[in-house]
């Protein structure tokens, strides 16, 4: 049976979170009613859970369907459905094994934060106002010692049972179009990470941690250690991998 | 009496325009019961008056106050009053006989076209989607015929007795960001006019029309001529020009 794989993005300021909850708004509900209403699929597997409030440019979510569909077709019933708030960026068949979530091999965010003494409203929705200035350059010192396989659990919302190590790629703290923007690739993310590694950085910002208390707070692996969780409307999930397609590239 | 003078940024989505009316939000409603709670003030003087759903970065208000105010003081309190969606970018003194609106001699307005097969959540507020390619270079030929003084009839609202005489100091398209950005200053705007003109700039990027089309249409003096009205969401106020204050820069 033919899978597929959406690229989607979306604006999360609405919704309580990707995942389906009863009685209020998510993305999932949204997204699998229209893909419903086409396909008559039921369900779908997604690449990363996020959390109320947080936005996509970069979301993959996967199903599987009886009958080969017309994807451009299927893209523009979705886009006519699912209104401003989300955009079907593509529709394309993958492998019969591709699976959205399990398949994955990294995940990329990226965080916005707004360092001046007044909110900008433009930009109110999709970036954390910190109106203290901010020591960037530390910020970027701290966030480096996360890079590597570490045991996430100062950082992670507690999960009993699940393991909280993880491989994270790449992350940085750097200017960028008025913002300071914290980019971080991983192979996977636990419950709040980002949003706790942004909520350090700040302190460390405004010089009230040193850079290593990253590390610090990291190697204690107890999450009555991490300063708190920065909000969710700075933090967009960016882009997920996947490994290249069986026999891409192959010469045979 | 000291007067003052306000810089104003908003998001315009929520609000119907900058005037007071009765019964639904706008800009001056809320603004001025921020005032009015600092300071009493009840009458302020705005340099646009941006229609529903038009957003400001650089927005000017004026009011005079029988005491002299504390302007950080007065900044901070309208800020924490008015919440994420209007910001209170500075208050400062200003000349006795200074007015937002008489004494500007010039207004500049962008306006924001996300061309792409796909619309984009995250931009959705703050620019209109046209899925159709533009040529850009068109659009730009094109509206370079409305710099000058001209009577703008054709793109502005009807108004009966009220002249339609404006000076248009300079109108561009160009690539920003991702988007096509139309900046244009005047040294005032009729009502509809950056809309009317971003309307039909965009028919001469379908090539519908050819850029002469511009001309053709502005000369006709003849709203019945325009092609449309492009939605308010993509346009945005940017800033508001003064002469400067009397003395400033004098040898005496």
């Known amino acids: 049976m ?32 229209a893909l419903f209403r086409r396909t008559g699929v039921v369900e ?13 440019t970069g979301q993959v979510v996967s199903f599987t ?36 979530r399990f398949s994955a091999v990294g995940r990329r965010y990226r965080y916005l934060i707004l360092n001046q003494p007044v909110h900008d409203p433009l930009a109110a929705r999709t970036s954390w106002h ?4 901010l020591d960037l350059e530390a910020m ?17 919302k507690k999960a009993p049972g699940r393991s909280t190590i993880r491989e994270v790629s790449e992350a940085t703290w750097a200017p960028a179009g ?14 709040h990470m980002v949003r ?13 941690l040193r850079p290593e208390a990253m590390r610090d707070i990291l190697e204690a692996r107890d999450r009555t250690r991490a300063t ?16 290249p397609a069986p026999g891409a590239g192959d010469v045979t």
């Open 228 to 243: 708190g969780t920065a909000p969710a409307r700075g933090l967009t999930l960016v882009s997920v991998d996947y490994p």
């Open 178 to 191: 008025g913002f300071f923007e914290l980019s971080i690739g991983a192979n996977a993310f636990c419950h």
């Open 140 to 156: 970027d010192r701290g966030v480096g010692y996360v890079v590597g396989a570490h045991d996430f659990a100062s950082f992670c």
């Open 65 to 100: 369907v009886a009958d080969p569909i017309d994807e451009d077709r299927l893209r523009q019933s979705l886009n006519r459905q699912l209104g401003p708030v989300i955009a079907v960026n593509a529709v394309v068949e993958a492998g019969d094994d591709f699976h959205a």
């Open 130 to 133: 910190v109106a203290e200035p």
């Open 44 to 56: 779908t597997s997604v690449a990363g859970r996020t959390d109320r409030g947080v936005h996509a």
């Open 2 to 33: 033919p899978t597929y794989r959406i690229e989607l993005a979306y604006d999360g300021t609405g919704f309580h979170g990707y995942a389906r909850q009863d009685n209020v708004p998510t993305i999932q509900a949204a997204l699998e009613a």
């Open 196 to 208: 706790s590694i942004v909520s350090t950085s700040v302190e460390i910002g405004r010089r009230r």
